[in-house]
Structures are given as structure tokens and as C-alpha cells.
């Protein structure tokens, strides 16, 4: 960090100390769900656009926290909140696998060493409910 010795000029370095570093939300370095394209909110109705209704298909019953997957606030020209159940962004995760894994290298040897292709994958498997009875095909 080429910038640091500045820094300390004016706040010092007891100060720097103090500065808290900016915690990770979670261990992998990029959400599986950041992953999915989202459609443009010029497009979406205002439910969509506060996480009330699914965001690929809003004539849904309206999402509850059980049902809902955080697609995490996002930034364009306003903040959104876009949620959806778990069958469109399983449905999404394996759309995007799909664009995906023929241009990547590693998608086509080995679909297991690619984290992209693996976090999209554990996003199509958690759209599968098990609590609905149905096992999963092998
Ligand atoms: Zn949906
Ligand atoms: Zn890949």
C-alpha cells in the first residue's frame, strides 16, 4: 500500500490501528447469488424492487423468510433489494452455469476445480427443497 505512509501523516499510527477493518460477510470471496444477472429495475415493479415478491416472477405469493434467497441490496442508480424463491435462482444458477462453462477452461476439464462453476451448482442444489419430500435424482 503505496498510500499508507500518507494516511499516517495526518491520522497517525495509534489512529490506524483504531480504524476497524471492514469484516467479510462470509468466507467465500464472492457469493454464489452475485453470480446471477438480475433483470434492470426499470423493468421490475416496486415489490420486486423492495424483495417483497420473487424477483423473476412477481405474481408470486409474496416471499417469506423461509422461502426467500437474499440476492444481496444492490446499487445502480437507486439501492434495491432483490430477493426470489428458491426455484428461479436455481433455475437462474443453472442458466448462468450454462453461459458459463463452455468458455471456461476449467468448467470443461474438470467442472469441480472451478469455484464459479461449483458455487453456481450449490445454488441449483439448494433450490431443491428437501423438506418437500421429493429426493433429488441422483
Ligand atoms: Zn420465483
Ligand atoms: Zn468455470
Known amino acids: 500500500m503505496s498510500n499508507r505512509r500518507q494516511s499516517q501523516r495526518t491520522i497517525g499510527p495509534s489512529a490506524l490501528e483504531a480504524v476497524p477493518e471492514e469484516p467479510p460477510l462470509s468466507h467465500t470471496p464472492r457469493d454464489p447469488v452475485e453470480l446471477l444477472p438480475l433483470p434492470p429495475t426499470n423493468t421490475l415493479t416496486a415489490d420486486q ?17 423461509e422461502t426467500a ?18 426455484h428461479h435462482t436455481a433455475r437462474q444458477a443453472y442458466r448462468t452455469l450454462l453461459d458459463h462453462a463452455p468458455g471456461c477452461a476449467p468448467c ?23 423438506a418437500d419430500g421429493s429426493e433429488p435424482p441422483a
Not at 412477481?58 to 416471499?63: D, G, Q, S, V
Not at 434467497?69 to 428458491?86: G, K
Open 69 to 86: 434467497v437474499d440476492l444481496h441490496p444492490r446499487r445502480d442508480q437507486v439501492c434495491w433489494f432483490p430477493r426470489a424463491c428458491t
Open 49 to 65: 424492487i423492495r424483495g417483497a415478491v420473487c424477483l423473476w416472477d412477481p405474481t408470486e405469493a409474496p416471499l417469506t423468510p
Open 108 to 130: 470443461t476439464r474438470d467442472a469441480g476445480t472451478c469455484d464459479t462453476g461449483r458455487a453456481l451448482r450449490r445454488l441449483m442444489r439448494e433450490g431443491r427443497h428437501p
